[in-house]
C-alpha cells in the first residue's frame, strides 16, 4: 500500500499469493512459476503416490492414479534396493513421507503427465525432486545443480518448453508450477545434469502433484512496482512490471484508512481495469492537490 503524500518517491512490492521462475524466462503460452498456488488455484485431480514406496516395484510405463496418468520407461525406486533404503529425493522436504514418484535409475525418456483421457489441463504443480547423487554422505541423494527441463503439448504439437536452473540452484523440494490459459493436454517433464555424460539422461522425483482443470488464472504477485509524485504537477503515477496475460489490473486508491472507501483510478477504463500482458502504467491526475491518497493494486481473472 502507497501513501502518495506530495514528493514522496516509494518503490513497492505487492505479494497478492504467487512467485515467478526463477530459471530462464522464455516466451511461451505456458508460464512456468515457482511455489504453491502460483499455476494451481483450484485443485480438480491429484496424485500423492502411495502405492510408490521403497519395497514395491511399480513398472513406471502405464502408472495412473485416480484419473491422472504419470508415466515413463521405467521401474519404480523400490527396484534399487541399495538406493531405496537411503533416497531422499526432496532433502526432508516432504517430512517423513516415504512414497513418492521416482526411477529406480536413470533414463533417457521424459515422465508424461497427463489425464487418463487427455483432458484439457490449465495448471500443474508438483514438489520437485531428483535421484542424482550428491557425493555429500549427509545427504547422497537429490543434486541442486540438475535443471528441471519442461515441455508442454496439446493435440500431438509441442506449445511451449524451457527449463528451470541451475543458476540459481533448483533446490530440492521446491513446488514447480505451469499455468496455460489455452491449456495443455501433456505436460513433460525431466531431470538432467549439465556436466553428466550423457546430457539426456535424467532422473526426475516428484510428489504432491495437483492438476487444475479449469482455466482460474492464480492471483501473482506483483513483484516489479515503481511509484512516483511528479514534483512538479503533484501528479502521481504506478508502473507495475511483467503483468499475466489472462488477468485484468487496476490501481484503487482512498484518503482515509480509518474507514477505508476504495475508488478506481481512471483512466484507462471507467472501472479502472485493463487487460494484463508485459508493462502497465497507472496515473492519477486527480491526486493534484490531494493531501494525502493512499493506493493498493488489484488482480483478477479475465
Known sequence: MINSQPLATLRCVAA???????????????LQTVGPGTAVSS??????????????????????????????SADSWAADFAMAATLDPFHGANGSDRTFYAISSGNN?????????????????FMYGNTWTTGNAQVPWGNPNAIAEWQTWKNGAMLSSGAVGPVPLLQMGTV????DPAGFDQLL??????????????????????VMLTNLPPLPVIYGSDFGVD??????????????PGCQYRLVYTESLAVPVWNPVTPPAPDGWTAGGGTLVFVDAGAVGRPQRFYRVEVRPL
Open 43 to 72: 485443485v480438480d485431480l491429484a496424485a500423492n503416490f502411495d502405492a510408490l514406496n521403497a519395497t514395491t516395484v511399480v513398472h513406471l510405463e502405464s502408472f495412473t492414479e485416480g484419473a491422472l496418468k504419470i508415466f515413463t
Open 231 to 244: 514534483p512538479a504537477t503533484g501528479v502521481a503515477s504506478l508502473t507495475v512490471y511483467d503483468t499475466i
Open 189 to 210: 517433464v525431466r531431470a538432467t545434469i549439465p556436466s553428466s555424460g550423457d546430457p539426456t539422461l535424467q532422473a526426475l522425483a516428484l510428489d504432491n502433484l495437483t
Open 16 to 30: 497478492l499469493a504467487a512467485s515467478f521462475a526463477f530459471g530462464a524466462r522464455i516466451t511461451a503460452a505456458t
Open 176 to 179: 514447480l508450477g505451469f499455468y
Open 109 to 125: 525418456d521424459w515422465v508424461t503427465i497427463q489425464t487418463t483421457n487427455l483432458t484439457v489441463i490449465h495448471g500443474v504443480e
